[in-house]
């Protein structure tokens, strides 16, 4: 645990150091701003819990998009920049070294997402606010950008190339968020099995809603652990090319 | 210290490493020689548990490097050939972080990056963002990386390679000093380096070892004749007289006549300079010096080099 620790730390704090995590906190922050001012707070009066339910929604969006440039450089950057032999050749196991660079890249993430919070915040000056409602959403937020955060660092244990490991996330992420699509036009048991494995529809929705539920929690988590593996089992069958 | 047994590493269907044995004893400095692609770097990488042999056996403090890596990679301080450094960290920074990774405990990093600072001289830097630092300092900042946990054993790839003559300088007596204190296996291209710095030379060619021990071993197992030089006060006749028909003699030459003192290189098919001695002394000849001539190591190397490719030709 302290291994993983440690790792977290610098790779949290790694991204304070270099200028792109300034640009993706900038862009991710200026795009949500402009998005809740223009989409989620135009058109005309709303009950507040509406104005929480449209940020949720338009928020976890750009929350997956973040994570999977969060993510692209959590080993490919490494073996890019020729760092990797430095934890590779340290006491530690493959999976501590990948689960220390996914939970740094995780805390920058849900300091980013709740960077945000002002905004619903802001519905207080014309309305209430239901605090739960605002947790169940943030926490679904959190839970889904870590899942493509999981992906995002299987992706780049494939590669030494960020964009490469770019489009192998989103080769993953996309199709997994559009399950849902697919299991509308599918017969059963195929649509529920494509319905459960949506990244975002099935699960996120309770969450933006404001209720939560263990099984969406579960799932997301079940994602993260998948994904978290294969990156390990990519790193281990490494050294044995 | 490290046991290496019948060790392959292939890539693909490249065989990088082929079948390769040697053992390393604790507290040697050991010089992997080879030209490029002979797989060096393929066999320290095995060592530091970067990557896996796909046969054999490499057991390091009497561990399996296949089995246990944790507990072999806990003793070893590895340095690439291009320092794996976080280039946006500070030095100090780096090794405090380094050191606690590799299992220093919290009361003692202080103290041991203090003495890796100190030992490769970065006392000056120690707050300066490593990417701003020169080629030179970053080599030493992967030597303090690798010892700030004090390892046994000490792995260095190629370690003057991209430094300046000072620099060489530099690091061949930061190698130097750190010999007693650790087990030391480095590798280079460059003949003199091993030499100068090493105890004990592994040649290695085309994946596999063809020769090994010290500069003057390896010169000497490689001579199928042996060569002397005999120095004498005497004709070209009267050596002639002493050196013809002689069995063991299988050439002569004069190389040089200076006012009646004669030089002549001999290659004998073995060791009779007992012999030889004495014939000059009884043929009344005023004998001055006698004795072997080794050949250099870049000869001995190009010579283990040569016939290994021949021989897989």
Redesign the interface.
């Known amino acids: 645990m302290?291994?993983i620790w440690?790792?977290a730390r610098?790779e949290f704090a790694?991204v304070f150091?270099?200028p792109q995590g300034y640009i993706i906190a900038a862009l991710y922050l200026g795009l949500v701003g402009l998005d809740y001012n223009l989409r989620v707070l135009g058109g005309g009066e709303k009950f507040s819990a509406d104005i929480l339910k449209g940020f949720f929604q338009e928020l976890s969006g750009f929350t997956m998009f973040v994570s999977v440039f969060i993510s692209m450089g959590l080993i490919a950057k490494e073996r890019e920049?020729?760092?990797?032999?430095?934890?590779?050749?340290?006491?530690?196991?493959d999976y501590q070294i990948v689960t220390g660079k996914f939970l740094g890249a995780f805390l920058f993430l849900a300091l980013l997402t709740l960077a945000t919070v002002y905004m619903p915040m802001l519905v207080l000056v014309n309305g209430k606010v239901a605090w739960g409602h605002v947790f169940a959403g943030y926490l679904g937020t959190i839970l889904l950008g870590a899942s493509v955060l999981g992906i995002g660092t299987f992706g780049s244990s494939l590669t030494k190339s960020q964009i490469v490991a770019v489009f192998i996330t989103l080769g993953i992420g996309v199709p997994m968020v559009l399950f849902w699509m697919l299991g509308r036009t599918v017969d059963r048991p195929l649509n529920e099995i494509f319905s459960y494995l949506a990244l975002h529809n099935l699960h996120f929705s309770a969450f933006r809603d404001g209720q939560i539920h263990l099984r969406d929690i579960v799932f997301y988590f079940s994602v993260v652990v998948f994904f978290l593996f294969s990156a390990t089992r990519t790193l281990e069958s490494r050294?044995?090319? | 210290m490290i046991i290496a047994k019948d060790l392959i590493k292939n890539?693909g269907e490249l065989r990088a490493i082929d079948g390769v044995n040697f053992e390393i004893a604790e507290g040697e400095c050991i010089g992997l020689l080879g030209l490029n692609g002979a797989g060096k770097s393929t066999l320290l990488r095995i060592l530091?548990?970067?990557?896996?042999p796909t046969s054999g056996k490499v057991t390091v403090g009497s561990q399996d490097v296949t089995h246990s890596p944790?507990?072999v990679?806990?003793r070893?301080g590895?340095l690439?050939e291009?320092p794996?450094?976080?280039?946006?960290?500070k030095v100090g920074k780096l090794l405090d972080?380094?050191a606690?990774?590799?299992?220093v405990p919290a009361t003692d990093v202080g103290g041991r990056v203090q003495h890796a600072v100190e030992r490769c001289q970065l006392t000056e830097v120690i707050d300066q963002q490593i990417e701003t630092l020169s080629y030179g300092y970053r080599k030493r900042v992967g030597i303090a990386?690798a010892i700030v946990h004090d390892p046994p054993l000490l792995i260095l790839d190629e370690p003057i390679a991209g430094l300046d003559p000072a620099q060489i300088v530099e690091m061949r007596e930061m190698i130097r000093s750190m010999r007693g204190e650790h087990t030391l296996v480095l590798s280079s291209h460059i003949l003199g380096e091993i030499s100068q710095t090493c105890d004990r030379i592994l040649v290695m060619h085309q994946g596999k070892i063809i020769g090994a021990g010290t500069e003057e071993e390896l010169s000497l197992s490689l001579a199928k004749d042996q060569r002397l030089q005999v120095r004498l006060r005497a004709s070209a006749d009267q050596v002639k007289q002493v050196l013809d028909g002689r069995a063991a003699v299988t050439e002569w030459k004069i190389a040089a006549q200076d006012e009646g003192v004669i030089t002549v290189k001999i290659n004998t098919s073995e060791d009779v300079r007992a012999e030889l001695s004495r014939a000059f002394v009884q043929a009344d000849l005023d004998l001055l010096a006698l004795g072997r001539v080794h050949d250099r190591l870049e000869t001995a190397f190009l010579k283990l080099t040569g016939d290994s490719t021949e021989a897989a030709s």
Do not use: H
Request: with cysteine; proline share 8%.
């Open positions: 302290k291994s440690l790792i610098r790694s150091r270099s920049n020729g760092t990797i032999p430095l934890l590779l050749t340290s006491p530690v196991k050294r044995w090319r | 890539y530091s548990c970067l990557l896996m944790e507990f990679r806990a070893i590895y690439p291009d794996p450094l976080y280039g946006e960290m972080f380094v606690r990774l590799r299992g990386q």
